[in-house]
T-cell receptor, first 112, second 109 residues
Framework: DTGVSQNPRHKITKRGQNVTFRCDPISEHNRLYWYRQTLGQGPEFLTYFQNEAQLEKSRLLSDRFSAERPKGSFSTLEIQRTEQGDSAMYLC??????????FGPGTRLTVT | GIQVEQSPPDLILQEGANSTLRCNFSDSVNNLQWFHQNPWGQLINLFYIPSGTKQNGRLSATTVATERYSLLYISSSQTTDSGVYFCAVDLIGGNKLVFGAGTILRVKS
């Protein structure tokens, strides 16, 4: 059991650049979630996939954000034209159907 | 949307002391989880407990779903217990965890 993995762990980018993060879920899990956490707050839901289908998106997910899970395994989260307000920890989680969610170590994004 | 309130927001303990953290939620839930977030940001699963009582070593948790609250008990606290404790719930028919604001625990030696 290798757990949920995320890459990169840290990303520093300049405002206006595009960034992409990757999440590899626990292998038998069919659901994959993305959350965002800012300093001093709890994580907030962004979007989730069941297999390869993206079934729900938060209002937090502006049109600069896009997520994919092309083969129902790993997922990518892309942010276009980054803004300083995008600086946060991006967390990925996976679960078997609607049961317990397990989180990865996160990708910390800093936009300068 | 559902409201999740955690108390206390901050707690300082002497090593060896016991503590109780509380989570209140405003609607019926399908799932309730307790997490410990370590200094590197990793969320560590403590309990998956939509109802009932569970124990794991020095930690135990109780969820009373009909009264919409959950309690996390930490006994004989250690400095390694320090960090942020989050409660998170998933509504019946929902597909995402909604987190409380967390309880910051500091255990002093």
């Amino acid at each position: 059991d290798t757990g949920v993995s995320q890459n990169p762990r840290h990303k520093i980018t300049k405002r206006g650049q595009n960034v992409t993060f990757r999440c590899d879920p626990i292998s038998e899990h069919n659901r994959l979630y993305w959350y965002r956490q800012t300093l001093g707050q709890g994580p907030e839901f962004l979007t989730y996939f069941q297999n390869e289908a993206q079934l729900e998106k938060s209002r937090l997910l502006s049109d600069r954000f896009s997520a994919e899970r092309p083969k129902g395994s790993f997922s990518t989260l892309e942010i276009q034209r980054t803004e300083q307000g995008d600086s946060a920890m991006y967390l990925c989680a996976s679960s078997l159907s609607a049961y317990e969610q397990y989180f990865g170590p996160g990708t910390r994004l800093t936009v300068t | 949307g559902i409201q999740v309130e955690q108390s206390p927001p901050d707690l300082i303990l002497q090593e060896g002391a016991n503590s109780t953290l509380r989570c209140n939620f405003s609607d019926s839930v399908n799932n309730l989880q307790w997490f410990h977030q370590n200094p590197w940001g990793q969320l560590i699963n403590l309990f998956y407990i939509p109802s009932g009582t569970k124990q794991n070593g020095r930690l135990s948790a109780t969820t009373v779903a009909t009264e919409r609250y959950s309690l996390l008990y930490i006994s004989s606290s250690q400095t390694t217990d320090s960090g942020v404790y989050f409660c998170a719930v998933d509504l019946i028919g929902g597909n995402k965890l909604v987190f409380g604001a967390g309880t910051i625990l500091r255990v002093k030696s």
